[in-house]
């Protein structure tokens, strides 16, 4: 089952004013985090 990441508009911001490599920590660790526990809101 396809799961979707729904970010809010404070979080988007959010992560808009981060550099470029630590966007991508952000994501990498959202991916992780859904990786094993897709289930769990955070």
């Keep these: ?3 979707e990441i ?3 508009d404070d979080s988007r911001r959010d992560i808009q004013a981060l ?4 966007r991508r920590k ?3 660790a959202i991916e992780l985090h859904l990786r094993y526990e ?3 809101e955070s």
């Design 1 to 3: 089952m396809p799961y």
């Design 6 to 8: 729904e970010l809010s």
């Design 19 to 22: 550099r470029s490599f630590e």
């Design 26 to 28: 952000v994501f990498d």
């Design 38 to 40: 897709p289930a769990m």
